[in-house]
């Protein structure tokens, strides 16, 4: 028998099976998509969600340290929708990225627009031109690397209210 002439099925076949058997696994360990390698919407929700934010004309007022304005508003709407109580920061842009990336805060909401420089430093929303008192800028959030989950869960909340 000349098998020369035949193809080689076997690596095929090895290789399908391959996939098969990888796929079984990831199901087997309730792999969701998008994750949160933190938990940060699972810890968030029902629990306390924490803010940073900066003074930015109607989007954030600061008086006696309590934060106020159409950011404030719809960030705490956010937080009513997953159950949970905000928790506001008020600081600069540097400070509160810093936190962000120490697990200090969770979300922060201002005035940062789609040329934001920390996209090396935060998971970064989408722009939201739609936002009350934007003025035309692509409003963006910021929240932890890798939260994926969680940023879903906000994109989707503010799709919802204010459109991209």
């Known amino acids: 028998m000349n ?12 290789g399908i099976l391959a996939a098969l058997a990888l796929s079984t696994a990831l199901a087997g360990c309730g792999l969701t998509i998008p ?18 934010t900066s003074p930015d004309g109607d989007l954030v007022q600061v008086a006696d340290g309590t934060p106020s304005g159409s950011i404030v508003d719809l960030v705490d709407e956010f937080a009513e929708s997953i159950d949970a109580e905000p928790e506001w920061t008020v600081a600069s842009e540097e400070t509160l990225v810093t936190m962000l990336e120490a697990g200090d ?5 201002g005035g940062i627009t789609s040329d934001t420089p920390w996209v090396e430093r935060a998971g970064v929303s989408r722009g939201y031109p739609g936002i009350d008192g ?3 800028r692509q409003i963006v959030m910021l929240v932890p690397l890798g939260e994926n989950a969680f940023l879903t869960a906000l994109e989707t909340f503010l799709d919802e209210e204010v459109g991209s």
């Open 105 to 109: 805060l969770d979300l922060i909401a």
């Open 3 to 14: 098998t020369s002439s035949r193809p080689r099925r076997l690596p095929r076949i090895a």
């Open 134 to 136: 934007a003025e035309g």
């Open 35 to 52: 994750a949160d390698p933190d938990g940060t919407l699972d810890t968030v929700t029902d629990g306390e969600l924490r803010i940073g």
